[in-house]
């Protein structure tokens, strides 16, 4: 069975420093990951994904995630935080093989500090 | 814009009641799933559909069921409504097959206010 974990359900960074959000997930099989983003009042949106080409993934909003197998992590960052990256990221896990079944980690709310 | 749209988007009810939320997925999309967001259980995954047919359950209360027509829109409904049930419940679609490496498009949700 899959799950995801997600370290540090809050982070806060100084805007133009580093963001890092972990992510570790656990599947049986060659996982595809995600990370998606939540603005307020809003829905999910894509952030970028992981299906077994590239190992480093960029994004939208200069976000990016390694793909770590024998860590099994695929941890987001990114070098410099913008005030509008503040928001809810989480991190996902699906497997085609379970017919697309998606698990999300519980969730990283960033906070971005002038 | 995702595509997917979920109405109505707020809704405000009273405890034993009962409600039905609505989902177009997008074009397409053959897959819809249903999630539940509260502060304090986080994104909890419902139910998913594909193509009419139940796909696999989650954390689904029996007092809740949800179906997907022919056109592929999808309802959920929540009965016997209690105050822990409010939320922000999400609609999300993919694929146009059922195996794919594709990511969910999510709707804006519909948030339940139950008094």
């Keep these: ?42 829905g999910l949106q894509l952030l970028l994904k992981y299906t077994s080409a590239a190992t480093l993934v960029k ?30 990221y989480f991190c996902a896990v699906s497997e085609m093989d379970t ?6 980690g519980t969730g990283t709310s960033l906070t971005v500090i002038p | 814009d995702s595509g997917v749209t979920q109405t109505p988007k707020h809704l405000i009810t009273a405890t034993g009641q009962r409600v039905t939320l609505r989902c177009s997925p997008r074009s397409g999309d053959l897959s819809v799933y249903w999630y539940q967001q509260s502060l304090d259980q986080g994104l909890q995954f419902l139910i998913q559909y594909y193509n009419g047919e139940e796909r696999a359950k989650g954390n689904i209360l029996e007092r809740f069921s949800a179906q997907q027509f022919p056109d592929l829109h999808s309802e959920l409904n929540l009965s016997s409504l209690e105050l822990g049930d409010s939320a922000l419940y999400f609609c999300a679609s993919s694929g146009r097959q059922l195996r794919n490496t594709g990511e969910l498009f999510f709707g804006e949700g519909s948030r339940l206010t139950v008094l």
């Design chain 1, 59 to 88: 994004g939208i909003n200069g976000f990016e995630a390694e793909f770590k197998k024998s860590e099994t992590s695929f941890h987001l960052t990114k070098p410099s935080a913008h005030m509008s990256d503040a928001a809810e």
């Design chain 1, 1 to 42: 069975a899959q799950s995801v974990t997600q370290l540090g359900s809050h982070v806060s960074v100084s805007e133009g420093a580093l963001v890092l959000l972990r992510c570790n997930y656990s599947s049986s099989v060659p996982p595809y990951l995600f990370w998606y983003v939540q603005y307020p009042n809003q």
């Design chain 1, 99 to 104: 017919g697309n079944q998606f698990y999300f």
